[in-house]
């Protein structure tokens, strides 16, 4: 457990303290020093005192943790399997969903400009911000402790997990269905390019032989455009 005592204390006043207690309260973890949350809150937008050391921490600390679950409580999972579903827990949008779930933009310490751009409301900033809070907690109370915080954070998605589907897109996941079924894989098309260069709309289709359908989608690019497709025809034999 680390040490942050070399730091002068930012002065709090009852309003914020409250917030802050009502925050530590929602993630069912009591400070021991409220300022580990207070950094872990505030923004490089803000100065010095801000929570990029913890950030650099959580993030260590997320993946170690989240790899030491998926190891014993999932022992038949392949490595290749843990890997790729570890990735999907941590990644930044995984993270930043966690973070609007406890409301983390009400708590946030952001400087002018970030304030007026509307920071409080990034994604990235909110990722960044869940795993200084992390870091903050495994200050403060120890690595049990912090633990403790990250099964919490997890505990419904790690409930709900199924690895064979976390983490692969919507044209793996289709093909796979369909190899499952000794079927032909999805024949994609484009259908239409619209728009100028920089601000094109592709439409494809993806054929699928075993429902004998065309599932049409639209997006900035074909990659994406065909993930959708892929998406529809997905929750088409969700349906059958």
Known sequence: MGSNSSAKPTVLDAERLAKLNQLSKSLGYQFTDIEFLQRALTHRSVGAKNNERLEFLGDSLVNFMIADVLYHEYAKLPEGDMSRVRAHLVKGETLAE??????LSEYLVLGPGELKSGGFRRNSIIADTVEAIIAAVYEDGGLDKCRGLVESLYRRRLEELDPKKIGKDSKTRLQELLQSFQEPLPEYSIISVNGAAHDQAFTV???????????????SSRRKAEQKAAAIALKAFDKK
């Open 205 to 219: 289709s993806c054929f699928v032989a075993k429902l004998n359908t065309k599932f049409e989608a639209t997006a």
């Open 98 to 103: 966690i973070g609007i779930e406890y409301n």
